[in-house]
């Protein structure tokens, strides 16, 4: 819950997609359909009315939920949000926007009923149909979201092809824009970050590191059959630069050929993957 919200869900884009649909499919689904015995919340009412009061209410939830995205959105330009506050957000608009409604129904349609007993159906109905069309965008915008990646990595594959010929590796951001080129010489080993990976290479004589918003996953799927080798979750190393393979009481290590990097730890997780690049190597080509 602690886990940040993936960032598709807060672009620009998809937040106008959001509100948007939000608003047209809740409009068809209601007066359409008539889900859920919406049609009597009112207490049975004539067809003009029941139209007139679901677009008044559709109108006002959309300004409640365009309100509220765009807060959001700009919140979330300086603090991360989390997964938690995330859906802490949709329940408050659920609310201002049932709010609404049973102070409408209340006042304006005089009904009877306890307050709190409007406010409550009221709050079931909303959530019923507002969740409805949230989940749906939210799979669309992820599936958006992988083909986008998908594309971006077939893109990646077609330039690194033609990087090779150079002795460049190029590392991309998880938009798509390039980063950082390095020759494949001078790169020693790549450690995870939180939601960044540490690229560290040589520069000058000086071991360098550079920041690079990705994952080692996305790194070792690119390029975990060319130049690097996943030896542990929090590292990748490039398999030219290891010097020697050391098995000791806290387990195996490798030994880079330079002075300037520490020993990277090997996890039993990948240990095989490691030792079969080995036996690859002596069987030679």
Request: with cysteine.
């Amino acid at each position: 819950m602690d886990r940040k919200i993936p960032d598709y869900i807060n672009e620009k884009g998809n937040v106008v997609r959001l509100v948007v649909l939000t608003a047209v499919f809740a409009l068809l689904f209601i007066n359409i359909y008539e889900p859920f015995g919406s049609k009597n919340w009112q207490g049975g009412v004539s067809d003009l009315t029941y139209f007139l009061f679901s677009n008044l209410v559709i109108l006002v939830g959309m300004c409640v939920v365009a309100i509220s995205r765009i807060i959001m959105y700009h919140y979330n330009k300086n603090h991360e949000i989390s997964v938690l506050l995330y859906l802490a957000w949709v329940v408050m608009e659920v609310i201002a926007m049932s709010l609404f409604y049973t102070l409408f129904q209340y006042f304006a349609l005089n009904d009877t009923r306890p307050f709190l007993e409007i406010w409550k159906n009221a709050t079931i109905n909303t959530s019923l149909i507002l969740l409805l069309p949230y989940a749906i965008l939210w799979l669309y915008f992820s599936w958006r979201d992988n083909e986008k990646m998908l594309k971006r990595i077939r893109e990646q594959e077609s330039l690194l092809a033609e990087k090779q010929k150079s002795g460049l590796i190029s590392f991309y951001d998880d938009k798509g824009v390039l980063r950082l080129s390095v020759d494949i010489n001078s790169l020693y080993y790549i450690e995870s970050a939180d939601n960044y990976v540490k690229i560290h290479y040589l520069n000058k004589g000086k071991m360098q590191h550079f920041m690079l918003r990705s994952s080692l996953k996305t790194i070792d799927d690119l390029f975990g059959d060319k130049y690097l080798v996943r030896c542990h979750r929090s590292y990748i190393v490039n398999f030219d630069k290891i010097k020697i393979l050391r098995k000791s009481e806290e387990g195996l290590s490798l030994e880079l050929d330079s002075d300037l990097v520490p020993d990277i730890p090997v996890s039993k997780t990948f240990s095989n993957k490691l030792m079969s690049r080995f036996t690859d190597l002596q069987k030679g080509p």
